[in-house]
């Protein structure tokens, strides 16, 4: 449980004490079920708390720029009665919680008491993005007409995220995490093909998509490849993919506001 870490930090947080000049050695052992990126930083309680506020002042800038117009966006579907709205809205909020887990805020703030949901939750809410995402692109880019090979692609793609979903039943929670990993990842490559065919065939529509696609494939699969080892866990890494996500809001956004008549 969250209440019984040794400070109140969203990331593991060990208070020390150590005079100037003296030297010591500290040994921390780390039990991990998939691949673990384990950046040390030793910091002065002074920097601890500045660097702390800074980052949770950041990430509630975005969770609450994500809560506010997945909600939106929610609202704006029902009212128009146009699903693009909803399933655009569904795949912020999943975009919200999957930012939740990697940060360590929704267990310090939501399930605190239940640390056993963060293994539960993580490959859930992947590939739960992989379908509502994919969902998304479907209905604004019009795939059924626009580019029925594609589409079918994309209608295999989601019977494959709810089949990983369904792993996390029978299989260890490593294999459950890698395959929603890689899910995401060939998630992110398809879509962006696809609005890029579509863009091709001179159908306006695609290009905002594409050029908000392309922020967040960028930010997301730098932020896949990091989780699966592949790439180092730097300040770049950790959060290109708030970057990505912030571009992709804005920009799809813009290109969901031209489907209202006035």
Known sequence: PFSQRAMSTATFTFPIKVQPEE??????????????QLPVVIK???????????RAISYGMIFGLLL???IYNLALGLMVKDTTYIYFSMMLMAGLFHRLLITGYG???????FPELNSILRPLIDNFLCVVSILFAQTYLQTKTNTPMAHSFLNILIWVATAGALTIFFLPYNNVLS???????????????VGIEVWLKRIKIARLFVIGWFAYLAGGIISVLAALGVLPANFYTEHMVELGVIIQVITLSMALSSRISV
């Open 44 to 54: 002065s309680p002074e920097n601890h708390s500045k660097d702390a506020g800074i």
């Open 68 to 70: 506010v117009m997945s």
């Open 107 to 113: 267990f310090q703030y939501l399930w605190f008491s």
């Open 179 to 193: 395959i929603a990993l890689w899910l995401l990842l060939v998630n992110f490559l398809s879509l962006y093909g």
């Open 23 to 36: 030297s010591h050695v500290f040994w921390l052992y780390v039990k991990a079920t998939n691949s673990m």
